[in-house]
Structure formats: C-alpha cells, structure tokens
C-alpha cells in the first residue's frame, strides 16, 4: 500500500475537509468537530465570566423588572 491509496473525508453536514483514510475503508455520515459538537463555546464561559467579576447577582437583573 502506497500513500496513494487513500481517499479523504468530508463532513457530511458543513462539507469542511476531515482526513484521509484508506481506499476500503467505509464511514458512514462523518462529522467533523464543530458538527459532532454543536454547542457553541462561547456560552459555556459566560457564568463563570459573570460569578468571576461580579460578586452582586443582583447587578444582572434588568431595570425594567422593579416597574
């Protein structure tokens, strides 16, 4: 087998490029990392941003909810 028996991989969903695998090998529906992992990153840090630089929860609750 030579470095040329390979075929690459696309997502399924976004198309993005994967990887190589070898000519008989078979995968069905591959995903890449950002398909397989739909949560986007951002949220995850948002409580910890907020409990790091704000000690009064209190601070987050929307003016117009005391009306």
Known sequence: MNIYDK????CSRCDRF??????????FLPQCGKCANPMPE???????????????????????TFA
């Open 18 to 27: 994967i990887g190589e695998i070898d000519c008989d090998a078979v995968v």
């Open 42 to 64: 951002g949220d995850d840090k948002v409580q910890y941003i907020v409990g790091k630089f704000n000690k009064n929860p209190k601070n987050l609750v929307p003016i117009d």
């Open 7 to 10: 075929k690459s991989v696309h």
